[in-house]
């Protein structure tokens, strides 16, 4: 077990590399030639167009200004002014919500950090239980529960504190619920008219022999909605096409890179293989390959558009259907349509940025289907993964490759070598596929059928987050996989379980200390640098961009992302509240955790990521409720450690605890959730009616015409018309945003000045 | 254990009882005096005003006729016949589904139990198992799944059934869901105009310093429904009145009672005394007595009433706002309002007669609040009602008893007299708890704050599942009560519950064939004697009935009791679900069971059940999923029989069956629950447009104006009209019913034709 100089050590070594890191950022930051990776949410906005710098052509590419080498550390604070409104309207209420949950882990740990000290800590620490015991314990240990003798009347001070965190918690909570609920709804009520609000997505559309699609929708709302239908659109199946465009793109590239190449060597006509990969086949001119191979794909494309615009066979189920107001809109979505409730599901339209498109046709029988598929398969990933892995690791050994690649064996004899894959190799298996989970429980969303990319982000969130706690969390408790885990519960009684976890709660303290350290602190740090950003869009700048429009391209600005990034935030909250009572002197660990990451991500969220959606905070209800599913597995984890310690008279105030919790979460549920699922009408009401009075003549239906239109179709008519260009504009036209910065940069806003005296 | 002989006596005891019960029925129930309490639903209906015989003075009270003796039989058949149209016509959508419920027990059981006697008898029987073993068996325990022996490949014919009886379960349920929806779909539209198709319950309106709740509501609505708001009705707190009513009511029975006594014996005056119950106090007349306290009530009553009706201060915050179409009501009942979804909450109204008027008012917090303290409360009395019964039943032996009352040891003291009420004590508190057990779990409904009567009775009669399941069908299983049942399970493993559990399940095959007899058979013959309602309409023909519409009131026709009822043939389904595979020789005592319950509550509805209310079989969903439930429960149980008999290797595929039944579950949920929940617009749409074709000048506000006021209100109105009166309609005007039999008897029905010929 680790003692306190250890974890000193170990603090050392994670500050100092979290302080590297950092200082790695402020000097790369300041270089103008990673303006646009650590500033390309500006870049984006069309506040910025270049570095800030003027002057000589080195000057360009390096910062020569010393002094602003001194100021390395002043964007923390700059991260921390901007106003959260400004925030909100910078970068949307998903990022502006998003980072409130960092500032929840601080307002819900640091009082009880403070409290735990003053009181846990004096009331663990005057006993003498383990000096006595033979045990091997650490420091950290005396200030755990461990050091209270079985049975001491002192176990009641650990009662009432659990009592004390859960009501503040769960204050806290309440109070975030309603302050992020009225964000909500202030977000939507004062947003502009976006299409979304006046549009109902239709799926499950019954086939009729006499009828087109679009005609069975027209008529089945002019009956049942005669005072508010206005007009709809068809969705059409344009996968093949979107498709052949990816391919198309996929061609410039390459044909850019060979005509830069020609360009910086023109003595040379660059060449390429007409076989994979260009590897092997007839060796051609790269340039007129390329070009015939885009010609050939041009052809097609617009082939395959006009028959999937002409022809009724592409068009699928579904339809975006518009409404004259607000109210007739929230009325359709609320509502069900007809006896069989499986047809003519009416739902609110995702923004939309947020459709996604491919599952917009998937019949209910089907969903249904796909649903119990789903669930086998995470089951199996969750409890089984380790059979593949433990299976690949048990091939991957040394003597594996050398006699599978024996040209390889004069290298791999090499001592330095062999230890070093013989430590690295069995892990890579589990870390390869650790890097993919999200990935795959995306894939796994997606083939469930869900119709926006913001529910596709909060199902994976919350897989990735079961995961963690059974593999991560579980796991590291009670050592052993999943699957293990699994059969030992089934052994054991219901009692026992909490027991098991509850008992090696407290000596697995310093493991966690550890992992905050190294997952937490320098993770956070490592995320601020943005390496992988860094180096590809060096590598495209130099190999790829031509125009300043390529430069933009190159510029990957990511996102939040939630469906990672939320799980392990709520990691942390479960460690927290597992060990405010346990071991409180694991909460600053966790504080400086949420503050470090509070700043890093604001830093981020006004700098660089680009938010590809906005669902107005639509995944607050899942944090609430991870959250409290987190306060109550430490609760009942209280309660099996205070069994083991002959403090069985706490047991039934234990029990009162979580249903006192579970209690708090269908009140919350009910008061606070439906501002995140539905719409109310009184809402509607008031903003169709402002509307009418401030543009009665406004024409509602150009502006709704098009707004759904599949975003592929946008990209092919952007290609006819200017064939140079193969810009991906993701973005439909009518949604409010300045992704083309070839307009010339407008006045700075007013706190793009508080941003510019940061470059 | 009882051999296949002590079965057969039981059979024959529990045969002839039925039997006499039901040769009991025959002869009673064509006599004339017995007339109303067998064929009320008749006389309530207005088809019938009198006994069919007519004759001379003796054949007024009996049955001269010896023929119709000849046929005591005939009354099933002629259950039998009325087609189930006509039976919703008559009885309502409740009833006619109710009675659904026992013949989907045929259904399923029937073909279970023809295959499992023709495969699993054969595959038990030819074992030696028992007869090789030294354990004490009895001939049933030769058919039951104990005769195989352990890991025998013979365990596959099981697995196979278990399949197959899942599949087919799930048919019929599937089946029997979508021809219930449909019906109540078909009910629902082609039902007569109701006020609740165009009226929105809206509870807890905002309270407001400037306006009053009705202005309020007016203003709500007209702003936010403008196209279709119609009109409105508040509600008034009428809960003192009605006390006052129900007060004047008992003082008018003990007023005819005295009257009627004078009348019979005009000698002697009859006094009462004005103390506790007339026990004690000052002798007065009694005639004088009433006729002046009723004189008081009166006028306290039109009081209370002037009280209510003019001062605003009796309004509860929660008003029926009617609509023009039922578009608009649909519309406004699926919808959220405003921004605090905890206030102007919208549900459909109930059906008038359907509102349970005293829970209008109870806010949204107290609501939560309520629900928790219930749920403590069941959660209590499901685990710990033995031990107030256990201190009763210490209390109440033979030595208490002469202690507290000395003067009767000579009584207890004879032995015969002594031995009875030791084997009749230590049970009478379980039994009276068991009696009053449904009132209580209403009583907790009520408290909890539904607004329907319906829906109490579908809470009550879920807490009453539970409550049999856990007490009896796991009580008798692993003998002990359910807190020792709780103790053992949470010291146990999750997997040896269902092995404890499923090893004793075959050895109490024998007890439940017993309990389906004793419950069962005789049970269901019994309520069709209706022996309380017979003595208590006598007694009440005796002392208080001076006019025909007295004798009415005398009748008591009862319900169908779904609160009761249903939970009880639900252990039936568990039961027989349960056996289908262990015990196959269970299964045809169920189907006796559930064809005779089928043929006596057709009886029973078509002839005496006087339906309170309609909900149009909403309690559907309920019923299916406690069949699922059932259904699931009875999977686990085989995989834990099956886990000790050594055929583990069946295990993964019978892990499969309660996977696929909870997902067809969810499937039918989603495809078949809304048609219970939900109006569609479609439906609406249609219903409206015909009718604004049929009737254009229809004045629907005169239709809706008082359609929900409090019944209270009624009554005093009919009081003060005609003063002799105390007919207490609890119907509405507006609910076309033909109560007040008073009218003349109208033509016979063409089904009434079929009736008469049985009486």
């Given at each position: 077990m680790a003692t306190l100089g250890d974890i000193g050590v170990a603090a050392t070594i994670n500050i100092l590399s979290a302080f590297a890191f950092l200082s790695a950022f402020a000097i790369l930051r300041i270089q103008p030639i990673n303006d646009r990776v650590y500033f390309p949410k500006w870049y984006l906005k069309g506040l910025r167009s270049s570095p800030l710098q003027t002057g000589t052509l080195v000057s360009k590419f390096v910062n020569l200004d010393f002094r602003s080498y001194l100021r390395f550390l002043s964007w923390m604070p700059?991260?921390?002014?901007?106003?959260?409104?400004?925030?909100?309207?910078?970068?949307?209420?998903?990022?502006?919500?998003?980072?409130?949950?960092?500032?929840?882990?601080?307002?819900?740990?640091?009082?009880?950090?403070?409290?735990?000290?003053?009181?846990?800590?004096?009331?663990?620490?005057?006993?003498?239980?383990?000096?006595?015991?033979?045990?091997k314990y650490s420091n950290i240990d005396l200030l755990s529960i461990s050091n209270v003798p079985l049975g001491s009347n002192r176990f009641w001070t650990h009662l009432v504190m659990a009592y004390v965190f859960t009501f503040w918690t769960c204050y806290v909570l309440k109070r975030e619920y309603e302050i992020v609920a009225a964000m909500r709804l202030h977000f939507l009520a004062s947003e502009h008219r976006r299409p979304d609000q006046f549009t109902v997505l239709v799926r499950n559309v019954?086939?009729?022999?006499?009828?087109?699609?679009?005609?069975?929708?027209?008529?089945?709302?002019l009956v049942n909605h005669p005072d508010h239908y206005l007009t709809h659109q068809v969705v059409n199946n344009a996968n093949k096409l979107s498709e052949l465009v990816n391919k198309k793109k996929k061609m410039q590239n390459w044909l850019d890179f060979y005509q830069l190449k020609y360009s910086r060597n023109p003595a040379r006509k660059p060449s390429t293989k007409t076989g994979f990969l260009g590897l092997w086949g007839k060796t051609v001119d790269a340039i007129d390959f390329y070009t015939s191979k885009i010609e050939t794909l041009k052809k097609e494309i617009s082939l395959e558009k006009d028959k999937v615009m002409s022809s009724g066979k592409s068009v699928i189920p579904a339809a975006f259907v518009s409404f004259k107001t607000r109210w007739g809109a929230s009325v359709c979505a609320q509502t069900q349509q007809t006896r069989n409730p499986t047809l003519w599901l009416t739902d609110w339209a995702p923004e939309p940025r947020d459709v996604y498109?491919?599952?917009?046709?998937?019949?209910?029988?089907?969903?249904?289907?796909?649903?119990?598929?789903?669930?086998?398969?995470?089951?199996?990933?969750?409890?089984?993964?380790?059979?593949?892995?433990?299976?690949?690791?048990?091939?991957?050994?040394?003597?594996?490759?050398e006699k599978a690649l024996p040209f390889l064996r004069p290298i791999i004899e090499v001592k330095v070598i062999k230890s070093f894959i013989q430590g690295f190799l069995p892990g890579i298996a589990l870390k390869i596929f650790l890097i993919f989970l999200p990935d795959i429980l995306m894939l796994m969303s997606k083939f469930e059928g869900f119709i926006s990319r913001s529910a596709l982000e909060r199902r994976s969130a919350t897989r990735y987050y079961i995961f963690l706690f059974i593999n991560v969390f579980l796991g590291s408790i009670i050592t052993g996989t999943a699957f293990q885990q699994l059969d030992n519960f089934m052994h054991q009684s219901a009692n026992d379980i909490p027991k098991t976890i509850g008992t090696s709660i407290p000596m697995k303290a310093t493991f966690f200390i550890t992992y905050i350290m190294v997952d937490g602190w320098a993770g956070v740090a490592g995320e601020i640098l943005r390496l992988k950003p860094l180096i590809v869009y060096h590598l495209k700048n130099f190999f790829l961009v031509k125009t300043e429009k390529d430069r933009e391209e190159a510029m990957d600005p990511g996102t939040v992302g939630f469906n990672t990034g939320e799980p392990q935030i709520q990691l942390y909250f479960l460690l927290g509240l597992v060990y405010a009572v346990v071991t409180p002197?694991?909460?600053?660990?966790?504080?400086?955790?949420?503050?470090?990451?509070?700043?890093?991500?604001?830093?981020?969220?006004?700098?660089?990521?680009?938010?590809?959606?906005?669902?107005?905070?639509?995944?607050?209800?899942?944090?609430?409720?991870?959250?409290?599913?987190?306060?109550?597995?430490?609760?009942?984890?209280?309660?099996?450690?205070?069994?083991?310690?002959?403090?069985?008279?706490?047991?039934?105030?234990?029990?009162?605890?979580?249903?006192?919790?579970?209690?708090?979460?269908?009140?919350?549920?009910?008061?606070?959730?439906?501002?995140?699922?539905?719409?109310p009408l009184q809402?509607?009401?008031?903003?169709?009616?402002?509307?009418?009075?401030?543009?009665?003549?406004?024409?509602?239906?150009?502006?709704?015409?098009?707004a759904y239109i599949h975003p592929v179709f946008k990209e092919v008519e952007e290609c006819e018309s200017d064939p140079a260009s193969e810009e991906s504009d993701q973005e439909p036209v009518l949604i409010p945003t300045k992704r083309q910065s070839r307009m010339n940069t407008p006045l700075p806003s007013k706190h793009s000045g508080s941003m510019t005296s940061l470059g």
């Open positions: 700059a991260a921390l002014q901007m106003p959260e409104p400004e925030l909100i309207d910078h970068a949307g209420l998903d990022s502006a919500v998003y980072l409130r949950i960092y500032l929840i882990g601080l307002k819900i740990f640091i009082p009880i950090a403070c409290l735990g000290f003053a009181v846990m800590v004096p009331v663990n620490w005057t006993n003498k239980t383990l000096e006595h015991s033979k045990l019954p086939p009729d022999p006499d009828e087109s699609v679009t005609q069975l929708v027209e008529h089945f709302f498109w491919d599952n917009l046709a998937i019949p209910f029988v089907s969903l249904t289907i796909r649903r119990l598929i789903i669930f086998v398969a995470y089951f199996f990933l969750t409890f089984f993964f380790m059979i593949p892995i433990a299976i690949v690791q048990s091939l991957a050994n040394i003597e594996g490759i002197f694991l909460l600053p660990f966790i504080i400086v955790f949420f503050a470090l990451a509070f700043v890093v991500y604001r830093h981020q969220v006004i700098n660089v990521y680009n938010q590809e959606y906005e669902s107005a905070a639509a995944f607050w209800p899942d944090v609430h409720g991870r959250i409290i599913t987190a306060l109550i597995v430490s609760q009942l984890l209280l309660m099996g450690l205070l069994s083991t310690k002959e403090a069985a008279q706490s047991t039934p105030l234990l029990i009162t605890l979580p249903i006192l919790t579970i209690w708090f979460h269908r009140f919350c549920k009910g008061r606070y959730e439906p501002a995140f699922v539905r719409y809402e509607a009401m008031m903003k169709d009616t402002l509307e009418r009075a401030r543009e009665p003549n406004l024409n509602l239906k150009s502006f709704l015409q098009i």
